[in-house]
T-cell receptor, first 111, second 113 residues
Framework: RKEVEQDPGPFNVPEGATVAFNCTYSNSASQSFFWYRQDCRKEPKLLMS???SGNEDGRFTAQLNRASQYISLLIRDSKLSDSATYLC????????????FGKGTKLSVIP | DTGVSQNPRHKITKRGQNVTFRCDPISEHNRLYWYRQTLGQGPEFLTY????????KSRLLSDRFSAERPKGSFSTLEIQRTEQGDSAMYLC???????????FGSGTRLTVV
């Protein structure tokens, strides 16, 4: 079983739609959680950190359920510019603090 | 420039050749990471430096791979006797301390023919 599993995708949604991405992680020692965005043939960029209390940044809302080891990302009123691959990422604060990435879920927002 | 710089951006090499990639992290960042990303997958951790010390290596880093970070500044990743399976995007990232965000470079895309 992979450490971080995401919805396989791709997701094709019309502009203005709400889309939700789901992610589960297997390492209960994981301490920090993130969503990264990666455009085609570009490097990953941090979209937002994820906290147990939930956090919102404009149209984006991230949630963490430590008991279920589940992370989610909700995008409301999706824009064409949201088209990208969304990567779920976890890490432990011990040692190297390496990031463990899911495979990513590709989102295409269609006019 | 305040970002992470990687060179070259693209590299095409014949199987069996050696290749070397360079990463220049953000100057005040003491942590430097190498990741590899193949098509349709998320990035996978290869190795980590804190200053000049290589503190962790993934099982993915076979004996054909070597990484250095002399003087704790730039880093190089060398692949000897390249194989077609080495074709991937090699990403470098740096951070100031544990718990801080990473900054990724644009990557070096390697194609082994």
């Amino acid at each position: 079983r992979k450490e971080v599993e995401q919805d396989p995708g791709p997701f094709n949604v019309p502009e203005g739609a709400t889309v939700a991405f789901n992610c589960t992680y297997s390492n209960s020692a994981s301490q920090s959680f993130f969503w990264y965005r990666q455009d085609c043939r570009k490097e990953p960029k941090l979209l937002m950190s994820v906290y147990s209390s939930g956090n919102e940044d404009g149209r984006f809302t991230a949630q963490l359920n430590r008991a279920s080891q589940y992370i989610s990302l909700l995008i409301r009123d999706s824009k064409l510019s949201d088209s990208a691959t969304y990567l779920c990422v976890v890490t432990s604060l011990a040692g190297s603090y390496q990031l463990t990435f899911g495979k990513g879920t590709k989102l295409s927002v269609i006019p | 420039d305040t970002g992470v710089s990687q060179n070259p951006r693209h590299k095409i090499t014949k199987r069996g050749q050696n290749v070397t990639f360079r990463c220049d992290p953000i100057s005040e960042h003491n942590r430097l990471y190498w990741y590899r990303q193949t098509l349709g997958q998320g990035p996978e951790f290869l190795t980590y430096f804190q200053n000049e010390a290589q503190l962790e290596k993934s099982r993915l880093l076979s004996d054909r791979f070597s990484a250095e970070r002399p003087k704790g500044s730039f880093s190089t990743l060398e692949i000897q006797r390249t194989e077609q399976g080495d074709s991937a995007m090699y990403l470098c990232a740096s951070s100031l301390a544990a718990g801080n965000g990473y900054t990724f470079g644009s990557g070096t895309r390697l194609t082994v023919v």
